[in-house]
């Protein structure tokens, strides 16, 4: 199992006034290989959930393992170590840092780890290949058509070959045709073998046939029907 | 390993010099400001060093021990019988009386430095020819009358351009005839700007001293490091003599220039202060694209002490280039405008300007100084919103 | 004597650190009373934050104890052309009884700000911060050397005073001639040298045993002899290193050789000598944590480097030092 969570649950501000109980009592495997949509309403504590399993912050309790490592209270930096290593982030609206060019931009994972400029280079222009966008590497990111933005954030999470990737409501800003192309890319990963977990309430995606399984959150459970 | 860490120094390094480029008007404005604070110091320092140089260098043409008598705590006339009394210390070369006066231009209001001696009874009187830009100094046995060699003020105060004679008002307001037959060179304009030499004879001639009496008495040593005893042995000798040794009047110049210098620094560091506050300000107010900059950083795997890496090497670059921008300016503005900015504030005693030529030198400490006073605080200034920043959460860049 | 630019650089500097020192100690007194490892609470991740803040603040604080270290000595090599007497730093140091204890107060404090890096460093590899306690008590430690720091050079810079008569490496000036008052008298120059390279020698012998095998006993051997090197170096430096480089037999200065007339020889003397101390005592003062959790490794890895860092430094650090002694004895002094 690559992401395994059992009784996670996620308290913010505990023992506050403004204490908040985003997710109780998760549990949730995925195994190595398939793709997982995580469905539910805005609020519904997808996000934190993706954030546990992008080792962003531990759970408040419960075990959470990750690429066959305990999550539960590591401290900041061991996660940030972590993830780099096996988390490949696509955000909504990609954030992508516009004034950069996509070579910068998709070589940011890169530079903590210290890899040389050459390297870095070649490894961006395999990527960019791949996705056929290698015309565009020295383009600033804010000057790219949206299709191109997508595939710059796509390659920005395979730069260092993570096992997994993680994608935060990819189409909630797409057209259909944008989108289609985006759950066409992730069946490619798919086949490569890479773990994919999206959160989305996108019918396009949770419909998608290369979904293997779609876990509908509802304040802060796993809804079972 | 190692090389690991340094390839990740170098990749930061190139973000930071990227990011300052991004915020070039900011980072601009900034080097500007500080930049110019910068320069005020440095050329603050680097004037105050020429001139103590310059100070250091002249004095070299001074005796090794000046006497002269108090009285009631003031100086008088000394009698140049004193000067008989010390022929039984070894060690004294010779004894060259002087007189050393001021002479007030009621006409230009101005001050002249006035000095009465017996050019060719100075052991090494010859060589201050080479202090001449023209004429001579009187050679033995020359015991011409009624000339002066004089400085570069003078001439132009007197107006000497077309003539080389002048005159000047005894105390009884007769008027005693003078022909320039020497100029002291720029180089040593610091002590030789406003000065006359003469005659001893004319001197007394001029202030009306009683023959007998000069203001101070010169002794010259046969070996410098005798200095110190010897001005012992002269003050067990006459013990109501003021006895001055060149080291002492070296270190007199040195406290003046030093504490000059020093007081110049601390109004200088209002500025300093100023800019401090203004770069915590620029700092420490995050926008909310450099929040979400750093927090896709973080995401993207970057460590708090990454991001503090990238701020370290920001403050470096803009305070580094600050210092040469400002250094460079400061040493400009000393040697080719004659640190104009600053030059009432630290040569304010002589109602005649000198109109000097300074030529600092800058020592690996020097600016280490010019270091600690600028970039030591600036980098203080924000390292603590280096770390607020580098503390953003990274799942701020999650969700809508 | 405050108005002058030295003064005014070193007391500024001391403000700077002062402050930088205040803050960290005050993340300090947070972590030792709320640190709570296995807490998800908003205070332990503001304080795991504050970590980084005490740390970079540390980290700082060494690069600026360092500047006013060497500021210091230059300012008192400054100050020396004020003091009727004294000729260069040693006699303006020795103008009152706090020049030299303010700069050994800053030399070990040097040291400090090292050690406390090295702890940090240590405590950040392992998952569980096994050192956070001992890391911020020693971090409180710092501010009273802070404050003694800066008291001792305020007193300092008060008390000189530009006409007192003082004494200096070379001679007495005015009132006693005679009588030696170099900083360090009566030892033998050929004693020294020979103890001094005869501790070079066992130095790299204990090491190179170090990197063998590691054993406790010889690493607390290995640090002792650092120690006692340290101090040995400091003196051979000052009685004969100094007076070769200078070219002149009564000339016993340890600070002169940082001027630009000696091309700066100090601090590459003395930035080789105190890392290498550094590393050496270090290494086998890291093995004290070995057993914390998660430690083992890391600190295995350290110490290895460390000896190996020391006996590379040890070895420049011979070099450099017995470069002039050597050139004078092949060139009979006519280099």
Redesign the interface.
Known sequence: MLIELSQVSKIYNQGRANEVRALTGIDLTVEQGSMVCLKGPSGSGKSTLLAIIGCIFPPTSGKAAIAERQLARLPDRFLTLHRRETIGFIFQRFNILPELTVLENITLPLLPLGVAPKERRQRAHELLERFGISHRALFPAGQISGGELQRVAIARALINNQPIILADEPTAHLDTTLSREFMAIMLQLKAAGKTIVIASHDPLVFEHPAIDRTVTIQDGRIHVP | MARHNLEKQLNILEYALSSLWRHRLKSLSVLLVFGAVIFLLASFQMVTQALSDKAKQVLVHTPEITLQKMSAGRQEAIPLAYGDKLAGIFGIRRVVPRIWGYYFDEVRLANYTVMGLEVAEMPEGARLDTTLAKGTMPRPGDDAQGWAVIGYSITNALDLAGRDTFSLFRPDLSLKPFVVRGEFSRDTDILTNDLIVMNLADARDLFAIPAGLVTDLCVYVANPTEIETIAKKISETLPGVRVLTRPQIQKTYQVVFGWRSGFGSICLLSALAAFVILAWDKASGLSPEERREIAILKILGWETSDILAVRFWESVIVSGLACLVGMTAAYIHVVYYAASLFRPVLMGWSVLRPNLHLLPRLAAGDILLILAFTVLPYLAATVIPAWRSATVPADSALGG | ??????????T??SL?VL??GT?AAKTAVRVLRFWE??????QQ?RL??EI??S???VA?GLG?QI??L??FV?AA??FC????GAMCATGALLANPYGMPALLVKLFGVFFYGFWILLHQLD?RS?H?PLVRIKYLALLLLLPLLVLDVTLQTLYIAGIK?DIITSCCAVV??ES?GGSTNLIVGYSQQGLLLAFAGSIVGLVIVGWGLLRRWQAWLAGLYAAGWLWFFVLSLVVITTVVSSYVYAMPYHKCPFCIL??EYY?FGFALYGTLVPATFFGISAPIAGLVRGRAGLGGVVARYQRLAVQLSLILLVIFSGLSFYHYLKYLISGGEG
Not at chain 3, 1 to 10: D, E, G, R, V
Not at chain 3, 81 to 84: A, L, P, T
């Open positions: 004597m405050f108005l002058n630019p030295w003064s005014l650089a070193l500024l500097c700077v402050v930088l803050v490892p296995g807490s998800d609470s908003n991740i795991e934050n980084w803040l740390s970079t603040l700082y600026f500047i006013t060497i500021l230059l090599d400054e052309q004020v003091i009727v950040i998952e911060y530009p000036f005015g001639t001027k630009p700066y």
